[in-house]
C-alpha cells in the first residue's frame, strides 16, 4: 500500500530541513525521509569528540532560526551543533520519519511523479528532493592497502580522541579542515604528528580584520 503526498525530501541534514520549513511557510504537505534515527546524525555520529565548524556561526544558521551560538563569530562544537539541530525539527515541528531508507526512486509515467520505495513502504509523490550531502562515505587512498598491518589506518569518519589511537607516532594525512583539527589536538595531547599536506592554496582565517567567509 502506497502513501500518497506531495513532497518527498530524502534526507534531513541542513538542505532538507531548509527545504521543509520553506514548504511548511506555504503548507505544502510532504515529509522528510531520514535514515538515521535521530537529527544531526553526521555531526552526533561522524566526527570526532572535540570537533568544530569551520564556519562562523552567523553563517551556520538553518531558515526561520536564530543565529547559533553565544558569538556570531564564534564556530560551534560537535554538541553544540546537535543540540541545534534538535531543537530545530521539534520547535518547527518538521514532518521528519527516522530510520526510513531510502532504497529506490523510479519516475512514474511522463508528468506522473514518483515512486519512492523504502524500509517502511511506498510513497507516491508529485515532487522527489534530493537532499543526501556531497561526503557521505569516508575515502580511503589505495595506497593504503599495502602498509604492514602493524600500521594502524584509521578515516577521520571513525577518529573521536587522541586516546583511541595506540602509542606512537601519528601520520595525518590532508590539511583540510579535519586533517588540520585533529593533527592540532593529536600535537597537543603530547604525540610526535606528522601532517601530509597537498599543494592546495589556504585562504587566511582573517583578512583586513574580518573573517575570510565575510
Excluded: C
Excluded at 583540510?176 to 585562504?203: F, M, N
Aim: hydrophobic share 35%; proline share 7%; charged share 20%.
Amino acid at each position: 500500500m502506497s502513501t500518497h503526498i506531495e513532497t518527498v525530501i530524502v534526507g534531513g541534514g541542513q538542505a532538507g530541513l531548509a527545504v521543509s520549513y520553506y514548504l511548511s511557510e506555504q503548507n505544502r504537505p510532504h515529509v522528510i525521509l531520514e535514515q538515521a534515527e535521530k537529527p544531526g546524525d553526521a555531526w552526533r555520529n561522524h566526527r570526532w569528540d572535540s570537533f568544530t565548524l569551520n564556519t562562523p556561526n552567523w553563517q551556520s544558521g538553518l531558515p526561520g532560526a536564530e543565529v547559533p551560538g553565544s558569538n556570531p563569530d564564534g564556530f560551534l562544537s560537535r554538541e553544540e551543533i546537535v543540540s541545534y539541530f534538535e531543537n530545530y525539527v521539534n520547535r518547527l515541528q518538521l514532518p521528519v520519519s527516522y530510520g526510513a531508507q531510502v532504497q529506490a526512486v523510479r519516475p512514474k509515467s511522463p508528468g506522473r511523479g514518483y515512486v519512492v520505495e523504502t524500509n517502511a513502504g511506498r510513497f507516491d509523490a508529485a515532487n522527489v528532493v534530493i537532499a543526501t550531502g556531497l561526503y557521505q562515505k569516508p575515502k580511503t587512498p589505495a595506497l593504503g592497502a599495502i602498509l604492514p598491518a602493524e600500521i594502524k589506518q584509521i578515516h577521520s569518519d571513525e577518529y573521536k580522541n587522541p586516546q583511541s589511537l595506540p602509542e606512537g607516532t601519528v601520520l595525518v594525512v590532508g590539511s583540510g579542515q579535519s586533517g588540520a583539527q585533529i593533527a592540532e589536538e593529536l600535537y597537543q595531547s603530547g604525540k610526535k604528528v606528522y601532517l601530509s599536506v597537498s599543494r592546495t592554496g589556504r585562504v587566511p582565517r582573517r583578512y583586513r580584520g574580518k573573517d575570510a567567509n565575510w
